[in-house]
């Protein structure tokens, strides 16, 4: 996309003087301040045309090689004019753009910026491979267009740190990861452009990782459970809790930004089977496998600054409650009982799924995805139910986030396979393990399995080939925050550890 630039290239006036006669002026331009601005550009030329502020047209036009100075004389003191100016190479303007109108003064210096944007569309990356690249230094190579020559301004960088640049032709770059180096995002920068940034990923060798210890006042202390806030960058957490009676444990938020718990602090006396915070994190739907008159199990909103409780929707006769999600604004209740599963949404049956054995239910945005034992992806949002039959998948969990979504495969054959937005399963990736956790990154196509043997974490590419470990012998995968990247596990004595996979600071700042 062109605009602005982000370092700003101006064309400023560097003297006028006073022409022969009665009160003639002149106006002079040249490159401000670095010489070295023409090179940096990929610019060989220059040029400006004078226009007539008041709508005259234009007065007259110059051109010089890049770097000269640019002048217009003979111009008659007092009037009013606007500057043109561009840059460029081989009758192409790279860069261009117009000052605001100034007078110009017999004797004194006007002066006159022209702030330059791009002219020509910046270069663009198509692909970054391998991704996710593997900790310890890679070769990451970048294909796209416009990256030109090697001339001028020019470099690739990770997470806004230039790379050695290895290789570099019009359409593909090598640049060399250096071991240590970690990152998400990837530029290419050709003749002082910059693309947008590409989502490719390079894991830590070390991920950055943070501990953080809640204030909770209660013995045994330990996380069983956490879900992302909608809205925010906070996760919801649930934490067992011994010694206090009549307390089962806690629910709390965890600040995304500085990994500090808020001073919301909900007690349960009971544990739920499964919980599902609103936008905003001000309240949770909350489901009990037993119900506190002995029913199978309830649903409940609570308010968690205010200790509010309202009755949620009563389950269909005979179906006891399996998960609880929330999206586009209502809560959504996967129930089963008697050899038949259903979807409710708001209360209300949105598919009966048979004699389905749904395994576990999430929320992205406004829909929800479900997978079960048979094999089969449902995903529903309020418009619609779509089924997709997974091939040699025996589903034990599920993640989804923006437009993808993930399943994990037990099984004789383990691994994952995703759902992109063109709706298509993708290759079953192999894992050692089970994957028996599951989470997105943020850009959602590169999943996080956690596998309970030798307690690892996989980073898998979806639908690619890429696939790497993260970190072993760790607690078991919690959830990961909204905004970013960052994983949460159970630590010992009751802490939680955060941990970066694609940094070495852990995300707190």
């Known amino acids: 996309m062109r605009g602005p630039l982000a370092a700003a290239v101006l064309l400023a006036a560097v003297s006028a003087c006073s022409a022969e006669g009665s009160g003639g002026a002149s106006i002079r331009l040249a490159l401000a301040a670095d010489p070295d601005r023409c090179a940096d550009f990929c610019a060989t030329e220059a040029g400006a045309d004078l226009l007539d502020a008041d709508g005259g047209g234009t007065v007259s036009s110059v051109t010089a ?32 753009g117009e000052s605001g109108a100034v007078v110009v003064a017999a004797g004194e210096v006007t002066a006159v910026a022209v702030p330059l944007s791009a002219a020509v569309e910046p270069p663009e990356i198509a692909t970054v ?5 593997a900790p310890g230094g890679a070769d990451l190579t970048v294909t796209g267009t416009g990256f030109g020559d090697r001339i001028g301004a020019h470099e690739v960088t990770l997470d806004g740190v230039a790379l050695e ?21 990837v530029r290419v920068r050709a003749c002082g452009l910059r693309s947008a940034v ?23 202390l330990a996380f069983e459970a956490a879900e992302p806030i909608p809205g925010t960058a906070d996760v919801l957490l649930f934490a067992t809790c011994a010694g206090i009676p009549g307390i089962a444990g806690y629910l709390r938020p965890l600040r995304g930004a500085g990994c500090a718990f808020s001073g919301i602090t909900h007690p349960l006396s009971r544990s739920p089977l499964a919980f599902a915070p609103e936008p905003g994190g001000t309240h949770a ?4 496998a037993d119900g506190a008159d002995g029913a199978d199990g309830s649903i409940e909103r609570v308010g ?15 179906l006891a409650v399996r998960d609880v999600a929330f999206a586009g604004g209502v809560p959504w209740v996967l129930a089963g009982g008697d050899g038949k599963t259903v979807l409710l949404r708001d209360g209300a049956t949105v598919e009966a799924l048979g004699d389905s054995e749904a395994v576990a239910m999430t929320a992205a945005g406004d829909r929800v995805a479900l997978a079960a034992r048979d094999g089969f992806l449902v995903t ?22 923006g437009d993808w979504t993930a399943v994990a495969c037990g099984g004789a054959a383990p691994g994952v396979i995703g759902v992109g937005p063109d709706g298509e399963p993708t290759p079953k990736r192999g894992t050692a393990a089970v994957p028996d956790a599951l989470r997105l990154d943020s850009k959602g196509d590169v999943a996080f399995a956690w596998s309970e043997a030798g307690g690892s974490v996989t980073a898998l590419h979806l639908g690619g080939t890429a696939a790497h470990a993260v970190a072993g012998q760790i607690g078991r995968l919690l959830s990961g925050f909204p905004g970013g ?25």
């Not at 529903?380 to 986030?401: G, I, N, Q, T």
């Open 285 to 288: 739907w909350v489901a009990y």
């Open 380 to 401: 529903a949002d309020d418009d619609e139910v779509l089924f997709r039959k997974l091939s040699d998948c025996d589903p034990v969990a599920v993640a989804a986030r």
């Open 65 to 96: 090689a890049c770097g000269e100075v640019l002048e217009f004389a003979g111009l008659p003191a007092g009037h009013r004019y606007r500057v043109r100016a561009w840059v460029g190479r081989d009758g192409v303007r790279r860069l261009a």
């Open 165 to 185: 640049v290895v290789e570099w032709a019009g359409d593909r770059v090598v640049a060399r990861v250096p071991a240590g180096a970690a990152g998400d995002e």
């Open 198 to 220: 590409a989502p490719a990923r390079v894991l830590a060798s070390e991920p950055g990782s943070v501990t953080v210890r809640p204030d909770v006042p209660c013995l045994g």
């Open 129 to 133: 491979s391998p991704d996710p690249a």
């Open 485 to 509: 990247s960052r994983l949460l596990f159970p630590a010992p004595d009751g802490a939680l550890r955060v941990l970066d996979p694609y940094g070495s600071e852990g995300g707190c700042e």
């Open 304 to 318: 968690l600054a205010d200790g509010t409780v309202t009755p949620g929707p009563a389950l269909p006769q005979g």
